[in-house]
């Protein structure tokens, strides 16, 4: 692992970000500001949820951190890089900007990547999928809050580590891992990415909205999740020879899985 402090830039031909809830309280700002100053690349693709007006609307929260990423995803728009924006749930007022851009970051209520290598990716949120993965709004009221819950114990447990030296570990992660009715969602929620990927007849498909980071090929096509800045701290990276790398940032950096250009699937 190469400490986060250390590493040299890194010039990409893309990088894909989701969930990054600034403005809510368990953001993890601070590791999201390192990444985004050492990581260059041609295209940058926020998929949903970057701006959390949810929490916002609860209760103000904007500390200098996350005003901090904010400004540095605009510079990158404004010094050449391209900015995709795909708003998600907690930011779903910005999908009136469908088709046109807010300054200079290009808003799209879904997207169609051409990847040199991996072929047709379509970039959504993930929301698309809740009516057929949530059994009712009291399970997914439930859900927030037994999540709040998680999100508050993941501090708590940082807040140790830190001290004893240690660095960061997502609770919910390893929860998520323990729970068969969370793996049951997860596969749910990817074959309906999956699908969707099928019914667009494209290559693969790239979204966030469950905080699960995976990187991997089902069938032929490529599943993406970028995951999150809450729990996970994580991006995906398509490197200039192809190359796909999906990695935790945070006092190191973590590889968590990679995956070569791989023959396109046919579509349609």
Request: net charge neutral; with cysteine.
């Amino acid at each position: 692992m190469t400490s986060a402090a250390t590493s040299t830039s890194r010039y990409c031909r893309a990088i894909w970000l989701s969930d990054l809830h600034l403005g809510e309280k368990h953001c993890r700002a601070e590791y999201l500001l390192t990444f985004l100053k050492q990581h260059q690349s041609d295209f940058l693709f926020l998929v949903g949820d970057v701006v959390d007006m949810q929490a916002l609307n609860r209760r103000w929260y904007w500390p200098n951190t996350h005003q901090q990423v904010f400004q540095l995803l605009v510079d990158k728009a404004r010094q050449g890089t391209r900015v995709i924006y795909v708003p998600g749930n907690h930011d779903v007022t910005m999908r009136r900007f469908d088709g046109g851009a807010v300054d200079q970051i290009e808003v799209h209520r879904e997207f169609i990547y051409d990847s040199p290598s991996h072929g047709k990716l379509l970039l959504i949120h993930g929301d698309e999928f809740d009516r057929e993965l949530c059994a009712s709004r009291f399970d997914a009221w439930l859900g927030d809050n037994a999540y709040d819950l998680v999100l508050f114990l993941n501090r708590l447990w940082n807040a140790g580590r830190r001290l004893l030296g240690l660095p960061y570990q997502s609770v919910a992660r390893t929860l998520k891992q323990c729970s068969t009715k969370a793996e049951t969602a997860m596969q749910r929620f990817r074959e309906a990415a999956l699908q969707s990927a099928f019914a667009h007849g494209v290559n693969g498909v790239v979204c966030g909205h469950i905080h699960h980071p995976e990187l991997q090929y089902r069938e032929g096509r490529l599943y993406i999740n970028t995951g999150d800045w809450v729990e996970n701290c994580t991006a995906v990276l398509e490197h200039r020879d192809g190359r796909l790398e999906l990695c935790h940032y945070s006092e190191v950096e973590k590889p968590l899985s990679r995956l070569v250009p791989q023959e396109p699937a046919v579509t349609g």
